[in-house]
């Protein structure tokens, strides 16, 4: 291959970091404004920001793990933008601390407040797991580890650029097996921990797995926008071809279609079983003005990316998907929203079929996924700039790259 | 009743030794103006659509078509029977419970959809075809297994069967061979 494949990151990535700095700043001091003022609006937005960014760089270590597994020249492009997600968990492990702040202040779950477990007999059942000790040992476990899988997939990747040593690609892959199932159980755990306690009565075991396939489709997103942003440019210039950029297409059309598909079975599950405790947690999600988010969802997270994503002439040029991809990455904000603000004005327990949410957004709903988003795209560009852009000694880089198909 | 006339031959066979050497034959054959050909390999080749500029195939069209009937039926079915054949209190739902309607909506979906396509497929190809003319040529058994075919056949308009064979010539095909129908 003639290509130039250390070329630096092209400068149509590296000009959006300033715009991202300023806006991670602007909304850094709005955030620290909104905070003063009101901390408990300040928590709830911040809750669904940080779910979400923290969910594209674990769903980029995901994506990574399974391509080790799988093989395929869609995940070869994809390596050091997602890399580069991967290496943001250090930043996430520190933006956690509001929540925990919240968590300790008794400010952000109600199994944190004393009196209210005392008088509830399921709260008090619950209280061996929900509880600030042991919801903080569980919360340092998932980010060591964490960090520990995205130090090890990136610097086996990066070392096996230098030294072309083929026991590196065994170690990758061999992390990657029983790392998808660590990964799987730690984002489960972590998911009932800081999303489902937000009503600690009501329980779904497909909750957890709707997460971490919205998390899957969103940092695939996020990848494949970067990779389309830079196709023009060296070292993929000349290098991806529309059988690659298809693949990704197809991966953002399976997680669409996946998402949709637990979302569905989440719902008929609860809908046939009908239960007191279960229930509720969509009456508060389809009435007082929620329901025009669900239906908003139902078409934009699902019908329309849908329709989108089945054509090739969508998919096949690349750049169609980063509109289609950050029109989901959009959506993926409104679902993680659904989901977490109408836990907090609804009623609890025996009540909540009685104090059902009525739809609000605060400013701060707005600003601070932005500010996150600025300061995380922020460090994410500085790491991609940090390593070539396409890894070496892959053992498929040859029929990856390799043109038509025999 | 007389038999309808056919010409004597079916077309006329080049026969290639590797992929890439077919795929430029099927790109000049296209660029000379001929469009009644096939080629015919024992493995798919991807670029080799793009060289035929074979790109119309209708099976993606009637396969959706089938899914919406599927669609339409299932949900309809269920509908039918819930509201008006049959209706029944199931746990206090209304009958017209639809998010229980869409699985069996879905199943509805594929089972048209994946017939449709694998009996529109088979209908598209003309299969089961017992006799074809090209079986008629000793060397085309080779097409399973390493050797690569191009066929101009006789009903496109271009068609000389000297002119067609010089024409095959150029491309330097291992052996030409003229197909009797």
Redesign the interface.
């Known amino acids: 291959m003639s290509h130039a494949l250390d070329a630096p990151a092209p400068s149509v990535v590296t000009k959006l970091q300033m715009p991202a700095l300023i806006v991670g700043g602007i909304g850094l001091v709005a955030g620290v404004i909104g905070a003063v003022l009101n901390f408990q609006a300040f928590l709830h937005a911040y809750l669904v920001a940080f779910s979400f960014w923290n969910g594209i760089s674990l769903g980029m270590m995901l994506i990574l793990m399974i391509q080790y597994l799988s093989g395929g020249g869609w995940g070869i492009i994809l390596r050091r933008t997602l890399e580069a997600g991967t290496r943001n968990m250090w930043l996430m492990a520190v933006l956690f601390l509001p929540i925990l702040a919240g968590t300790v202040m008794n400010k952000l779950y109600i199994w944190t407040d004393h009196a209210k477990v005392e008088a509830d007999h399921h709260l008090h059942q619950k209280a061996p797991y929900l509880n600030i000790p042991f919801f903080s040992v569980r919360l340092v476990i998932y980010f060591i580890v964490w960090l520990t899988f995205a130090f090890l997939l990136n610097r086996w990747s990066l070392q096996q650029d230098q030294s072309a040593d083929k026991k590196l690609a065994r170690n990758l892959r061999n992390l990657s097996g029983p790392g998808l199932l660590i990964m799987a159980i730690t984002l489960t755990f972590s998911n009932i921990d800081w999303l489902m306690s937000l009503q600690p009565h009501w329980f779904s075991s497909m909750y957890p797995l709707i997460n971490i396939v919205g998390n899957l489709l969103a940092a695939m997103c996020f990848g494949v926008i970067f990779v389309a942003l830079m196709s023009d440019h060296a070292p993929f210039k000349g290098l991806i071809q529309t059988r690659h950029f298809r693949d990704m297409g197809n991966l953002m059309l399976a997680f669409v279609m996946l998402w949709t598909y637990t979302s569905l079975s989440q719902l008929l599950i609860t809908y046939s079983g009908n239960l007191p405790e279960e229930t509720p947690w969509y009456m508060n999600r389809i009435t007082g003005g929620w329901g025009y988010v669900a239906v908003l969802l139902l078409t934009c997270h699902f019908v329309l990316p849908f329709i989108v994503l089945l054509q090739r002439r969508v998919k096949d040029p690349g750049k169609p998907l980063i509109w289609i991809g950050t029109f989901i990455i959009a959506m993926r904000v409104v679902d993680l929203f659904w989901w977490i603000k109408p836990s907090f004005d609804a009623g609890q327990g025996l009540a909540a079929a009685y104090k059902l949410s009525t739809f609000n957004v605060h400013w701060l709903d707005i600003v601070l996924p932005l500010a996150m988003g600025g300061i995380w795209t922020w460090c994410f560009i500085w790491q991609l700039k940090k390593r070539p852009l396409v890894p070496q000694h892959d053992p498929n880089m040859k029929e990856a790259f390799a043109h038509g198909g025999h | 009743m007389k038999p309808k006339a056919r010409s004597l031959h079916y077309g006329v066979l080049a026969e290639f030794d590797t992929?890439q050497q077919l795929?430029d034959a099927a790109r000049a054959t296209h660029d000379a103006g001929f469009r009644k050909y096939d080629a015919y390999t024992p493995?798919?080749?991807?670029?080799l659509a793009d060289a035929m500029h074979d790109h119309q195939n209708p099976i993606a069209k009637i396969v959706l078509l089938a899914g919406f009937t599927g669609a339409c039926i299932g949900f309809g079915m269920q509908t039918f029977a819930n509201l008006v054949h049959y209706p029944m209190n199931i746990?206090?739902?209304p009958n017209f419970?639809w998010?229980?309607f869409?699985?069996v909506t879905f199943e509805c979906i594929v089972a048209f959809a994946a017939f449709t396509g694998v009996l529109s497929m088979l209908a598209l190809n003309g299969l089961p075809t017992p006799y074809h003319p090209l079986f008629n040529c000793p060397n085309f058994s080779q097409a399973t297994r390493n050797k690569f075919f191009l066929c101009i056949e006789a009903t496109d308009p271009k068609f000389e069967l000297a002119e067609t064979r010089k024409f095959l010539e150029q491309l330097n095909p291992r052996e030409i061979s003229d197909v009797e129908n």
């Open positions: 992929p795929v493995f798919p080749i991807e670029e746990a206090g739902r419970a998010p229980m869409i699985p």
